[in-house]
Nanobody, 118 residues
């Protein structure tokens, strides 16, 4: 069974940093697009960042220059380095694995809470 296991969430003061990790099944990690999404209270789930199997990245405008997504192919793990955190970054962060060709197309982790105090 494909699974995504997240870690690294927590409570941090504004201006601080956190690093999220997502360990994925080997069967999908090397070919699927990996990404991070977040959902804040009262808001829709939104894309934060994605990275392709070839290392191409994409970021939401709200996190550009502050967050960095990366992947370690040897460890089947994707990371999200979060710097200069703001209270508006507070959300549940979800790891995602996406395939454009094979159902169910998207796999999701359970989510990890990130809380940034003001």
């Amino acid at each position: 069974q494909v699974q995504l296991v997240e870690s690294g969430g927590g409570l941090v003061q504004a201006g601080g940093s956190l690093r999220l990790s997502c360990a994925a099944s080997r069967s999908i990690f090397r070919v699927n697009v990996m990404g991070w999404y977040r959902q804040a209270p009262g808001k829709q789930r939104e894309l934060v960042a994605t990275i392709t199997s070839g290392g191409m990245t994409n970021y939401a405008d709200s996190v550009k220059g502050r967050f960095t997504i990366s992947r370690d192919n040897a460890k089947n793990t994707v990371y999200l380095q979060m710097n200069s955190l703001k209270p508006e970054d507070t959300a549940v962060y979800y790891c995602n694995s996406h395939s454009p060709y094979v159902s169910p197309y998207d796999y999701w982790g359970q989510g990890t809470q990130v809380t940034v105090s003001s």
